[in-house]
């Protein structure tokens, strides 16, 4: 199947500063990528939804100048936590649609932020 | 929103087969049903989806009632690795949000 590469897999930062994750498909082209966080035992939230090319689709209560999401390749989509504090420890997962694969959601391996 | 209802945990025998059952009374003539599963901090992964036929893979079966309200997931033989969260999903088509619900908890026991 399609493989979706996210990076880090987990980062500590000191409360204040600024986080940068990764998401890429690998191996096919994603028009819209997904962002999501989840705390420990509970269920994936979706966060936005990413179109190459345009403006992110946030979510209700999610606030878009603290989650920046850039989508500005076909395989790259990048979401940015502004000015993070020790509530926005979680865990964040994204994911691609490759549509040359019947409309299958694709999910990176999540990454672990834990704000100090 | 999700749109799916899941019991929120069963228990498996190893080697028998696994049903999971799922709720979408609400679904649209257009909606798929997906599911996918999620081991521990890993993200999920993808088993089968379908829209109306019952839908059969390498890792599952996946059968849909004929007016399309429940479905149940089939794991033909479990083994203890697939233990994990399993989600059932409903959803439109390419390009639009794709929402978890809770999930079951499948504990596959030796």
């Known amino acids: 199947g399609a493989v979706v590469s996210q990076h880090p897999s987990w980062v500590i930062c000191k409360s204040g500063t600024s986080v940068k994750i990764e998401c890429r498909s690998l191996d096919f082209q994603a028009t819209t990528m997904f962002w999501y966080r989840q705390f420990p035992k509970q269920s994936l939230m979706l966060m936005a939804t990413?179109?190459?090319?345009?403006?992110?689709?946030?979510e209700q209560g999610v606030e878009k100048d603290k989650f920046l999401i850039n989508h500005a390749s076909l395989t790259l989509s990048t979401l940015t936590v502004t000015s993070a504090h020790p509530e926005d420890s979680s865990f964040y997962i994204c994911?691609?649609?490759?549509?040359?694969?019947?409309?299958?959601?694709?999910f990176g391996s999540g990454t672990q932020l834990s704000v100090l | 929103d999700a749109k799916t209802t899941q019991p929120p945990s069963m228990d498996c025998a190893e080697g028998r087969a696994a049903n999971l059952p799922c709720n979408h009374s609400t679904i649209s003539g257009n909606e798929y049903v997906y599911w996918y599963r999620q081991i521990h901090s890993q993200g999920p992964q993808y088993i089968i989806h379908?829209?109306?036929n019952n839908e059969t893979n390498e890792m599952a079966s996946l059968i849909i009632t004929e007016d399309r309200k429940s479905s149940t997931l089939i794991l033909p033989h479990a083994t203890l690795r697939d233990t994990a969260v399993y989600y059932c999903?409903?959803?439109?088509?390419?390009?639009?949000?794709?929402?978890f619900g809770t999930g079951t908890s499948l504990t596959v026991i030796p």
């Open positions: 379908g829209l109306k």
């Open positions: 999903i409903v959803r439109v088509g390419t390009g639009n949000q794709f929402y």
């Open positions: 990413s179109n190459e090319g345009s403006k992110a689709t946030y």
């Open positions: 994911s691609a649609e490759d549509r040359g694969w019947n409309e299958k959601l694709f």
